[in-house]
């Protein structure tokens, strides 16, 4: 049943998009283009709302039922599949009203945690305590529900702000979605490993049309939908883990978290707004230096897989494997934000301490 679903979230992606098109000029949910945009004409910007329908009716196909092993144990294994399904609708109305109105961030941030709250509060997801290597366990307490929260919002928006080329965040979730069933297939939790492969099936059928050149844009309804879904069944596949292997999460987005944490570094240093959008995401840099629009999409999916593949190695690696592992993947993000300035033109600690070692 899980193949047959896979097969008909993507057909029903493909057959959907160019009707969500149609709906997208015909209410006004388009994008036009600016001093920030690289597009230069207008571009409809809805397509997040025909993976969201795909996704729905591959889960739909697929009836997770008691009994089986796609459900969660528990009293009601249908509460968790529930809340997430309430939680993205919450979601995805939040993008459409801002891909028709340009909302303001307030209120799409009023949209996410109310998004969260659901998968806290009705799904009763939260990370509790985390097992530490060397024995013990690492209890959040009464900050277990605002971590959850800032984890889900804070994953939720990663993903938006790498949603600045043709099939870059669809391209790039899709990656991280096979990273997250082939990591939770490897932990035994099949229901994270269909929800994820279904979502990822739903949203290549999208990239046909989303791929440079695009025919649409996913806008904030797929962004904020796929970074939620992640940031959920993100939380579902590694919950309960040593405090290590709950850094795989962590690996398996380096980009969008990169490109993020680095944003907001680039901003405190220019003296901005952490929220004021810029032209010096990880995608303008690299356009900057002379890389075209598919080269720049496909190098940073190259990146992409590459965390994904660290984060299988990881999870297998023993404990001074994993410290050296993260050091090695640190190191190597630090130089490549230096070289590409992704930080600022004149952020280079590493590359200048290395050459006063070199004198």
Not at 68 to 77: D, F, H, I, S
Not at 237 to 262: N, W
Request: hydrophobic content about 60%; some cysteine.
């Amino acid at each position: 049943m899980l193949y047959v679903s896979l097969i008909v979230a993507l057909v029903v992606s493909i057959l959907i998009t160019p009707l969500v098109k149609r709906l997208a000029f015909r209410i006004g949910a388009v994008d036009a283009p600016n001093y920030r945009k690289v597009h230069s004409r207008i571009m409809p910007r809805l397509g997040g709302l025909a993976v969201f329908i795909a996704f729905l009716v591959g889960l739909a196909i697929l009836r997770p039922v008691p009994g089986t092993p796609l459900v969660q144990t528990g009293e009601n294994p249908f509460i968790i599949p529930l809340a997430m399904v309430l939680g993205a609708s919450v979601i995805v109305i939040t993008g459409i009203l801002d891909d028709m109105y340009e909302i303001s961030a307030k209120a799409k941030m009023l949209g996410q945690l109310v998004a969260a709250c659901i998968i806290v509060f009705f799904g009763g997801i939260q990370i509790e305590f985390i097992n530490l290597p060397f024995g013990g366990e690492l209890e959040f307490g009464f900050l277990s529900i605002p971590f959850t929260i800032l984890w889900i919002v804070g994953i939720t928006n990663a993903i938006n702000l790498i949603d600045g080329l043709d099939g870059l965040a669809a391209g790039v979730s899709t990656i991280a979605l096979i990273t997250l069933a082939c990591m939770a297939l490897i932990m035994g939790n099949m229901f994270v490993v269909a929800t994820a492969a279904i979502l990822a099936c739903s949203t290549v059928g999208f990239l046909f049309y989303n791929f440079h050149p695009a025919k649409i844009f996913m806008g904030d309804t797929g962004a904020l939908f796929l970074g939620f879904m992640i940031a959920v069944l993100s939380l579902l596949g590694f919950k309960g883990v040593t405090v290590f292997s709950f850094i795989i999460p962590v690996i398996m987005l380096g980009v969008p978290i990169s490109d993020t944490f680095f944003a907001i570094v680039r901003r405190v240093r220019n003296k901005q707004k952490w929220s004021d959008p810029d032209k010096s995401h990880l995608h303008h840099r690299l356009i900057d230096i002379g890389f075209s629009h598919r080269q720049t999409v496909l190098i940073i999916y190259g990146i992409a897989a590459l965390f994904g593949i660290a984060a299988i190695i990881f999870s297998m690696a023993k404990l001074w494997g994993a410290i050296l592992l993260i050091t090695v993947i640190l190191v190597a993000i630090e130089l490549f934000v230096e070289v590409i300035g992704l930080a600022g033109k004149n952020y280079r600690p590493l590359i200048n301490l290395a050459r006063i070692f070199n004198k």
